[in-house]
């Protein structure tokens, strides 16, 4: 069973950089896309970014240019970097394993971000 566990969370200052990892365990790492989501209380969980398996990057236009999603395979682990933070993008991060082949979809618990103005 795939677990993943997010890390790097915490309060910073609006403007400030701040870098988020997913590590996961099982073999499926590799063949899966990954993504980071953020929720903030009352609202959806909305995409961030999302990376292929072959290393193929979206972005959410609210972060285009100030989020940069990487992973490395032999690793097992996923990661955000974030820079020129903003107040908005306070929320709790997830981290999303998703294997369409084999039907996996899978979170992480959440890690949470928070940006002071």
């Known amino acids: 069973q795939v677990r993943l566990v997010e890390s790097g969370g915490g309060l910073v200052q609006a403007g400030e950089s701040l870098g988020l990892s997913c590590a996961a365990s099982?073999?499926?790492?590799?063949?899966?896309?990954m993504g980071w989501y953020r929720q903030t209380p009352g609202k959806q969980r909305e995409l961030v970014a999302t990376?292929?398996?072959?290393?193929?990057?979206n972005y959410a236009d609210s972060v285009k240019g100030r989020f940069t999603a990487s992973r490395d395979n032999t690793k097992n682990t996923l990661y955000l970097q974030m820079n020129s933070l903003k107040p908005e993008d306070t929320a709790v991060y997830y981290c999303?394993?998703?294997?369409?082949?084999?039907?996996?979809?899978?979170w992480g618990k959440g890690t949470l971000v928070t940006v002071s103005s």
């Open positions: 099982g073999s499926i790492f590799s063949s899966a896309t």
């Open positions: 990376i292929t398996s072959g290393g193929m990057t």
């Open positions: 999303n394993l998703k294997v369409l082949l084999y039907g996996m979809d899978v």
